[in-house]
């Protein structure tokens, strides 16, 4: 009784200090419920679009409470501002809509900024107009305090519930939607975990002028966060040094593992400027600003690897998001070397208007990213017309192809009209994003010229990737079975798929061959024809057979094998077999 007593009150203090965002999160969670009690696919994708504002709504409202009291507004500027923050949302509800119509990754990756931004408002909010180093450190104590406890309420809450509907159900055989489960997780972590997280904020002025740095903070600073940035830092000076022997350009993985390091000293100088000139342990004394020197000749060394990256392919929005994040690295590194008042909270305030600013408008990471596409479609394109034939080499499909589906995920073919002569998207609207390159290049009669890959010896085919519009005819068959293609043979097996040295596969019934087929020539056009089997449509490794046994369809799942010096070799792989004999088998 005491945690239930201790909950509504954490409630009541909750909804009487963040009114607004607490009807939004109670309002988001019913709807939620509402939507997966209907138990239809359908209907919770037409309100895809409508969740993910609900999700977004949440921190931005309780950033703009606590911004709100740092600004001291009157109520009725209060309730002005958060009524900005939720037309704010309503715009982005409009934009997803009426603008983009269907979700693509466009919409996915806008809203997956927004949320960080969101997250991020929160953590500087009541520092946008002051500073107070051992209060910023005592605010953010108080965030982490807060989600690890509203979290444990909220799991103790939804474990308690979830067995007592698994009692109903198995006691007193019960019968809940299939979604029962997901409805009650919805409400422990929209509902309970909002109102206990909110109910442990302080307010700004009741925050404790004095540093409370535990015992439990300094071991995972002082034994885990600093040595493991000390073992990045000698890798990366490692990797410098191999680069420097062999004078050759960085990899484009250095790029994480730069920005890493970067990030994980931010997060030690966060955690240990209060105290960092009064801690007994010299460590923590010189980690800054020492380290943050070390960090600076490898940031050359960051930009070369995003340049390497962008050069090769032009921006995406991870490239350019990458390219504003080390811009943001070097900036922060530079402040925190040269300012006396070294401002903490500039961490999160920069961040945040650098993720809106990549978010829309004319510097946005999808602006650029989607021209600098378009460019290279234009680019390749010029060099198809100054072709005596209209043909792409293999590399130069595999750029088109790249080009094409990442131009198609986000819903912006329309403007490749002014290259093709027509919209792909309307032209090909049955068409998926899969297979829309190779119909592009079809209707513009572009030859695609193998490549001979004498480097590729190992060629694997797998349909477990997306084969659209692929269908076969089964009515002519009376069994089905799946089998694994071997090199091994076991007479007292009933079915069982066979491969010898000559690559002759055979398809037997104990010891008797139903059928038996040689796929070498086969194989070899198929390493000629594409770079990556993957790209073969399902048909390329279908196959028909009739014989005085019977008649088989074999679909291959799998196959691997190697060709090298012009002779294949299979390795394995799995089939499907379609098959009517003409004499009955006797199965077990």
């Given at each position: 009784?005491?945690?239930?007593?201790?909950?509504?009150?954490k409630?009541?203090?909750?909804?009487?200090r963040f009114?607004?965002?607490?009807?939004w999160?109670?309002?988001?969670?019913?709807?939620?419920?509402?939507v997966?009690?209907?138990?239809?696919?359908?209907?919770i994708?037409?309100?895809?679009?409508?969740?993910l504002v609900?999700?977004l709504?949440?921190?931005?409202?309780?950033?703009?409470?606590?911004?709100s009291?740092?600004?001291?507004h009157?109520?009725?500027n209060?309730?002005?501002f958060?009524l900005?923050?939720?037309?704010a949302?309503?715009?982005?509800s409009?934009?997803?809509?009426?603008?983009?119509?269907d979700?693509?990754?466009?919409?996915y990756d806008?809203?997956?900024?927004?949320l960080?931004?969101?997250h991020?408002?929160?953590?500087f909010?009541?520092?946008?107009?002051?500073?107070?180093?051992?209060?910023?450190?005592?605010?953010?104590?108080?965030?982490?305090?807060a989600?690890?406890?509203?979290?444990l309420?909220a799991?103790?809450l939804y474990?308690?519930l979830?067995?007592?509907?698994?009692?109903?159900e198995?006691?007193?055989d019960a019968e809940?939607n299939?979604?029962?489960?997901?409805?009650?997780?919805?409400?422990?972590?929209?509902?309970?975990?909002?109102?206990?997280?909110?109910?442990?904020?302080?307010r700004i002025d009741?925050?404790?002028?004095?540093?409370?740095?535990?015992?439990?903070?300094?071991?995972?600073?002082l034994y885990?966060?600093?040595?493991?940035?000390?073992?990045?830092?000698?890798?990366v000076?490692?990797?410098?040094?191999?680069?420097?022997?062999?004078?050759?350009?960085?990899?484009?993985?250095?790029?994480?593992?730069?920005?890493?390091l970067s990030?994980?000293?931010?997060l030690i100088?966060?955690?240990?400027?209060?105290?960092r000139?009064?801690?007994?342990s010299?460590l923590?004394?010189?980690?800054?600003p020492?380290?943050?020197?070390s960090?600076?000749?490898?940031?050359?060394?960051l930009?070369?690897a995003?340049y390497?990256?962008i050069?090769?392919?032009?921006?995406?929005?991870?490239?350019?998001?990458g390219?504003?994040?080390?811009?943001w690295?070097?900036?922060?590194?530079?402040?925190m070397i040269?300012?006396?008042?070294?401002d903490l909270?500039?961490?999160?305030?920069?961040v945040?208007?650098?993720?809106?600013?990549?978010?829309f408008g004319?510097l946005?990471?999808?602006k650029?990213?989607?021209?600098?596409?378009?460019?290279e479609?234009?680019?390749?394109?010029?060099?198809?017309?100054?072709?005596?034939?209209?043909?792409?080499?293999a590399?130069?499909?595999?750029?088109?192809?790249?080009?094409i589906?990442y131009?198609?995920?986000?819903n912006?073919?329309?403007?490749?009209?002014a290259?093709?002569?027509?919209d792909?998207?309307?032209?090909?609207?049955?068409?998926t994003?899969?297979?829309?390159?190779?119909?592009?290049?079809?209707?513009?009669?572009?030859?695609?010229?193998?490549?001979?890959n004498?480097?590729k010896?190992?060629?694997?085919y797998?349909?477990?990737?997306?084969?659209?519009k692929?269908?076969?005819?089964i009515?002519?068959?009376?069994?089905f079975?799946?089998?694994?293609?071997?090199?091994?043979?076991?007479n007292?097996?009933?079915?069982?798929l066979?491969?010898d040295?000559?690559?002759?596969?055979?398809?037997?019934y104990?010891?008797?061959?139903?059928?038996?087929t040689?796929?070498?020539?086969?194989?070899?056009?198929m390493?000629?024809?594409?770079?990556?089997?993957?790209d073969a449509p399902?048909?390329?490794?279908s196959?028909?057979?009739?014989?005085?046994?019977?008649?088989?369809l074999?679909?291959?799942?799998?196959?691997?094998y190697?060709l090298?010096?012009?002779?294949?070799?299979i390795?394995n792989?799995?089939?499907?077999m379609?098959y009517?004999?003409?004499?009955?088998?006797?199965?077990?």
């Amino acid at each position: 009784m005491s945690f239930i007593f201790n909950l509504s009150q954490k409630a009541t203090s909750s909804f009487k200090r963040f009114p607004v965002t607490l009807i939004w999160a109670i309002f988001g969670s019913f709807y939620l419920i509402s939507v997966y009690g209907i138990d239809d696919f359908d209907l919770i994708q037409q309100n895809e679009g409508f969740i993910l504002v609900l999700i977004l709504g949440v921190s931005w409202l309780i950033g703009s409470q606590f911004l709100s009291e740092a600004l001291k507004h009157n109520p009725l500027n209060r309730f002005a501002f958060k009524l900005s923050i939720i037309i704010a949302l309503a715009l982005f509800s409009y934009y997803i809509y009426n603008i983009e119509i269907d979700i693509s990754e466009k919409v996915y990756d806008r809203w997956a900024l927004l949320l960080l931004a969101g997250h991020i408002f929160v953590g500087f909010a009541p520092f946008v107009n002051t500073w107070h180093k051992n209060k910023f450190w005592n605010y953010l104590k108080s965030i982490i305090v807060a989600l690890f406890r509203s979290g444990l309420y909220a799991v103790v809450l939804y474990i308690g519930l979830a067995l007592a509907i698994s009692a109903l159900e198995l006691l007193f055989d019960a019968e809940f939607n299939s979604n029962i489960y997901l409805q009650t997780f919805i409400f422990c972590l929209g509902i309970v975990n909002t109102f206990v997280y909110l109910s442990d904020f302080p307010r700004i002025d009741k925050l404790d002028h004095k540093v409370d740095f535990s015992k439990a903070s300094e071991v995972l600073i002082l034994y885990i966060l600093i040595p493991l940035s000390l073992l990045y830092m000698l890798i990366v000076y490692v990797y410098v040094l191999k680069i420097l022997i062999d004078w050759e350009l960085p990899r484009g993985w250095v790029t994480y593992l730069i920005t890493a390091l970067s990030l994980l000293a931010f997060l030690i100088h966060i955690a240990i400027e209060p105290i960092r000139k009064t801690h007994k342990s010299k460590l923590i004394q010189k980690f800054f600003p020492y380290y943050f020197w070390s960090i600076l000749p490898l940031i050359p060394l960051l930009f070369i690897a995003l340049y390497r990256r962008i050069a090769e392919y032009n921006f995406t929005e991870l490239r350019y998001l990458g390219l504003v994040l080390a811009i943001w690295i070097l900036g922060m590194l530079i402040y925190m070397i040269i300012s006396n008042k070294k401002d903490l909270s500039i961490y999160a305030k920069s961040v945040f208007l650098l993720i809106l600013l990549s978010t829309f408008g004319p510097l946005s990471a999808f602006k650029i990213s989607i021209n600098a596409q378009y460019s290279e479609l234009e680019e390749l394109m010029q060099k198809l017309d100054n072709k005596p034939e209209k043909s792409f080499t293999a590399g130069e499909f595999k750029r088109f192809k790249s080009i094409i589906q990442y131009i198609s995920n986000r819903n912006a073919l329309n403007k490749t009209k002014a290259y093709f002569g027509f919209d792909p998207k309307l032209a090909f609207s049955e068409t998926t994003t899969y297979d829309l390159p190779k119909k592009i290049a079809d209707s513009l009669n572009i030859q695609i010229i193998p490549s001979n890959n004498n480097s590729k010896t190992v060629w694997t085919y797998r349909s477990s990737l997306l084969k659209s519009k692929y269908a076969e005819e089964i009515n002519a068959y009376t069994h089905f079975t799946e089998l694994i293609l071997s090199n091994s043979r076991n007479n007292n097996t009933p079915l069982h798929l066979h491969f010898d040295r000559n690559n002759i596969i055979a398809f037997r019934y104990y010891d008797e061959v139903l059928l038996k087929t040689d796929l070498t020539n086969h194989l070899k056009a198929m390493a000629g024809k594409y770079d990556y089997l993957n790209d073969a449509p399902q048909q390329e490794f279908s196959f028909r057979f009739k014989n005085d046994k019977g008649d088989f369809l074999m679909i291959f799942d799998r196959l691997s094998y190697t060709l090298k010096n012009n002779e294949v070799k299979i390795i394995n792989g799995q089939a499907k077999m379609f098959y009517m004999t003409y004499q009955g088998l006797e199965l077990p």
